[in-house]
């Protein structure tokens, strides 16, 4: 994920900020971004999970944890909330893969092992598609970079392949997919990222509003007005994975 923000990903995010600005600025007031959960009405809905919660990390380097100093991340995170709730729960596994894209993480549900912890799982936290959309831009040496519209189609589509790659191994758990983050919000051009971060958000949102058992989890408002990132000023520190994986726990 650490490639999506770099010096290219504002270039990329000026042929768009205005076209999504005053979407994104829609969006915001009528509540369908910076919520907590996808669809209220859909999960007030959704069966608890039976027995003692069983959670699986899948994804990228904010999925792995980098840059929490007490090195817990969000799966640590949630264990704590479960803990603090006096919920039945099993430790977490985490199978995050610093800079890991959508396709290697298809590649990764192939494994068998990987599919055991999978099948086995009751929740299960996604981290995904942040390297997808501007990440190979970098390697081209400056060359333009694509379509920004265009590469959030192509993720979008991936993101669903991994949801359901990941359903074709267990149907009933419960998938919390986490959002992205302006990491770069206080700078001069933080707010030619944060229409590009709403959109996304919003496209997650209407893409499984009606599935109950995938619940969209809002990061950017998390770093919008307090600076919890980590000393490498991209990641989220100790204080802003603890809050992601609180309201995951409390959605549990």
Known sequence: MRRLLTWYLPVGLALIAAGVFGYGFHLTFRDDVGTVIADPVAV??????SGPIRTV????SVARGTGDETGEGIGGAIDKELERRAVKHEKHVNLGVNGAKTADLLVQLESPSVRRFVAEANVIVVSIGGNDLFGDVAGRGGERPPDPVAAM????EQVANVIASIRAVNKSARIFYVGLYNPFVASKFGVMVNPAVSEWSARLVRRYSSDANVTIVQTYDVFSHRDRLSADRFHPGAEGYRIIGRRIGESI
């Open 153 to 156: 189609n192509r993720t979008e």
């Open 57 to 60: 990390v899948l994804g990228d």
């Open 44 to 49: 007030a809905s959704v069966a608890v999970p």
